[in-house]
């Protein structure tokens, strides 16, 4: 007992850090992709209130439109954040250019990443653990 009480309180001195293996997705072919996504409210008003509020490219700015981008069905994220789902897209005539928008697990909120060539771009300024993810969902 005294020992999973240590272990705890070793967990909230330093933080929980995520790392690209401890992040788990699950491909579901029924979730629905960003163009989808964009037309249920829930969904769609998170990922508006960030491509609004940010500084981001003419055609991500695009999505809130339904235009100008290519999409694939979302990412359920399994862990570490149980629920969230990651939405990726890019520039209908290049894709060398990508935008990654997360929705988190109660939906009221959205973080990104803006890939431009080999830089990444944080938006929404995501927490650790969410940076994690957006980092792990790059490669999937």
């Known amino acids: 007992m005294i020992r999973l009480a240590l272990l705890a309180l070793a967990i909230a001195l ?4 995520a ?3 401890d992040v788990k997705f699950k491909k579901d072919p029924g979730q629905p992709d960003l163009y989808k996504a964009m037309e249920t409210g829930h969904l769609a008003r998170p990922i508006a209130a960030l491509i609004r509020e940010e500084r ?3 055609w991500v700015k695009g999505i809130g439109k339904n235009r100008n981008y290519v999409t694939a069905p979302g990412l359920l994220v399994e862990a570490p954040l149980p629920g ?3 939405f990726k897209a890019c520039e209908t005539a290049d894709c060398a250019e990508r935008f990654e928008v997360m929705v988190t697990p109660h ?3 959205a973080f990104g990443v803006m890939i431009e060539g080999k830089n990444l771009r944080f938006v929404g ?3 650790e653990r969410t940076e994690a993810v957006l ?3 790059i490669q999937q």
Do not use: Q, S, W, Y
Request: net charge positive; no cysteine.
């Open 14 to 17: 330093t933080g929980f850090h």
């Open 84 to 86: 969230a789902i990651v």
């Open 19 to 21: 790392r690209g293996e």
């Open 135 to 137: 980092r792990a969902a």
């Open 56 to 58: 981001l490219p003419h």
């Open 107 to 109: 939906e009221n909120h």
């Open 125 to 127: 300024h995501p927490k």
